[in-house]
C-alpha cells in the first residue's frame, strides 16, 4: 500500500481525531485483534479501509519518531495530523480533542421531529445529518410508553431515509460516494443508525418492519458505500437472514444468489494472491451465501465447488 503526500483523514460526526489516535495507542496494548481494530475504524471513525490502514500506520510512526528523542522528527501537524497527535501523546505533551456532537440548533431541530412523532402526526424527516442521526440516537435510546416509541422510531426511519437521499442526490451522477468523502462517512453513520433503529423493530409484532429497517440499511450502502465489498455483503446477507426467518426461504435464497453474482470476482482476483482485511470479510460474505442457498435449495456441483473454492481462498487469508 502506497500513500500520497496527503495523510489526513476525515472521521465520523461526534468523533475526533483525538479520539481516534487514544484508541488506535490503546488496542494494542490491551491484544484486540486485528480485524476488531479495523471494524471499530470503519464503523465507529467511518475510515474506509485504506485509511484505516493508513491510520494504523501514522499513528505506530508517531511513537517511532517520540521514541527517537530528537526534536526534528516530530511530524508535520498539518500534513501528518495523526503522527503529529500521536507523537506528541507518546511524549505526555497536551492535545485538544476537537470532538464535537450536535449542535444547540441541531439537538432543537431533532427534538422538534419527535415532538410531531409523540403527537402522532405525519413523518416529516430532514434533510440534515446530523439532525437524524441524533433523531434515531433519542428514539433508539427512548423509554417512553410503547406506542410513543414506535412513533419515535418510525420517525427516525424517515429521517434517515430522507437524509441518506440527500446524500445520494448531491452525488450526482456518481454511482457511490467518493471513499473518505463527507457523503462517505456520512453514509457509514446513516447505515449505523438505520441498524439500530431496525434492531428496535424486531421486537414489534409485525416482521415486516425488520424487513423494511435493513432494506433502507441495504439502500444506504449500496447507493453510499457501494464500492467496498464488506459492507455491501454484510447489507445483503442480514436482508437475506431476515427473509428465511420471517418464513421466506426462496426470496432469501434470490438475495444470497445475487451476492454470489456480484462477489465471485473476488475469487479471480485472489487466486494467487492471498486475500486480506476487507477481502477476507466479503469472502465470508460469498461463503455464507452459498451455505444459505445450500441450505434452502440443496447443493449442486457447481454449489458445491464454488464453496470449496471459497474456502481455499479464505484458509490462505488472515485479516491479524
Not at 431533532?110 to 410531531?116: D, V
Not at 418510525?154 to 440527500?166: D, F, G, N, P, R
Not at 418492519?209 to 433502507?216: A, M, T
Given at each position: 500500500m502506497e500513500w500520497t503526500d496527503d495523510l489526513t483523514v476525515r472521521v465520523a460526526r461526534g468523533t475526533s481525531m483525538g479520539g481516534l489516535v487514544?484508541?488506535?495507542?490503546?488496542?494494542?496494548?490491551?491484544?484486540?485483534?486485528?480485524?476488531?481494530?479495523?471494524?471499530?475504524?470503519t464503523e465507529r471513525f467511518a475510515l474506509p479501509f485504506d485509511d484505516a490502514r493508513l491510520a494504523m500506520d501514522r499513528v505506530a510512526g508517531g511513537a517511532v519518531r517520540a521514541a527517537s528523542g530528537n526534536p526534528a522528527n516530530e511530524p508535520d501537524p498539518v500534513k501528518d495530523p495523526l503522527a503529529w497527535l500521536s507523537y506528541r501523546l507518546e511524549l505526555g505533551l497536551p492535545v485538544d480533542d476537537d470532538a464535537s456532537g450536535p449542535s444547540v440548533e441541531e439537538?432543537?431541530?431533532?427534538?422538534?421531529?419527535?415532538?410531531?412523532?409523540?403527537?402522532?402526526e405525519p413523518t416529516h424527516g430532514t434533510e440534515d445529518v446530523a439532525v437524524a442521526l441524533e433523531v434515531a440516537r433519542s428514539a433508539v435510546a427512548s423509554q417512553e410508553p410503547d406506542r410513543t416509541r414506535f412513533h419515535l422510531l418510525?420517525?427516525?426511519?424517515?429521517?434517515?431515509?430522507?437524509?441518506?437521499?440527500?446524500c445520494i442526490a448531491r452525488l450526482g451522477q456518481l454511482p457511490c460516494a467518493p471513499e473518505g468523502s463527507q457523503e462517505w462517512v456520512d453514509g457509514v453513520a446513516l447505515a449505523a443508525a438505520a441498524r439500530q433503529v431496525t434492531a428496535k423493530f424486531a421486537a414489534q409484532p409485525d416482521p415486516q418492519?425488520?424487513?423494511?429497517?435493513?432494506?433502507?440499511v441495504g439502500r444506504i450502502v449500496t447507493r453510499l458505500l457501494g464500492q467496498c465489498h464488506a459492507f455491501v455483503g454484510r447489507a445483503m446477507i442480514e436482508s437475506a437472514r431476515c427473509t428465511q426467518r420471517n418464513g421466506d426461504p426462496d426470496r432469501a435464497a434470490d438475495h444470497a444468489e445475487a451476492v454470489l453474482a456480484d462477489f465471485q470476482v473476488l475469487l479471480d482476483e485472489f487466486e494467487v494472491d492471498a486475500p486480506f482485511d476487507e477481502h477476507v470479510i466479503a469472502l465470508e460474505y460469498l461463503l455464507a451465501a452459498v451455505e444459505l442457498i445450500i441450505e434452502v435449495r440443496g447443493g449442486s456441483p457447481e454449489l458445491d465447488a464454488l464453496r470449496d473454492r471459497t474456502r481455499l481462498v479464505l484458509g490462505r487469508s488472515s485479516t491479524d
Open positions: 487514544s484508541y488506535l495507542r490503546a488496542a494494542p496494548a490491551q491484544g484486540v485483534p486485528r480485524r476488531d481494530v479495523l471494524a471499530v475504524l439537538q432543537a431541530a431533532a427534538e422538534a421531529l419527535l415532538e410531531r412523532a409523540r403527537r402522532g418510525i420517525e427516525a426511519a424517515t429521517s434517515l431515509s430522507v437524509a441518506a437521499e440527500a418492519l425488520e424487513e423494511q429497517g435493513l432494506g433502507l
